[in-house]
């Protein structure tokens, strides 16, 4: 019988580690349009932020421009971003989220 891929696969050496999958930034992006109560409003549904928690970040953003949301795995990151985002485009406004790794 021919060799199992089991045989042919490399093993990792003994001293290998599993490293902790990178984590993403989700970054929401200040604009001139979105009003303040709608970004409040969906960093509390898409991120599930306290009212409080999500003036913060929302007034963060206003006035330095970006304010980071949260960190995620990038698939989750991704999706939450991609939803908040189309919440905004949904509405008529530019709001706008992205990812960044971390370092
Ligand atoms: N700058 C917007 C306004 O004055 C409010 C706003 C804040 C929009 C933060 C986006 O990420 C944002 N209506």
């Known amino acids: 019988a021919p060799m199992s891929d089991r045989s ?48 913060r970040v929302m007034i963060t953003a206003h006035q330095q421009g970006v304010c980071v949301v949260a960190v995620f795995p990038r698939d989750v990151a991704e999706t939450k971003a991609t939803r908040a985002t189309e919440a905004g485009r949904a509405n008529g406004f530019p709001l706008r989220f992205e990812t960044e790794p971390e370092t």
């Open 8 to 55: 042919t696969t490399l093993q990792p050496s003994a001293k290998t580690r599993t490293e902790r999958p990178r984590l993403y930034k989700v970054l929401l992006l200040n604009d001139d349009f979105t009003p303040r109560e709608f970004v409040v409003a969906v960093l509390a549904s898409e991120f599930r932020m306290s009212e409080d928690e999500a003036v």
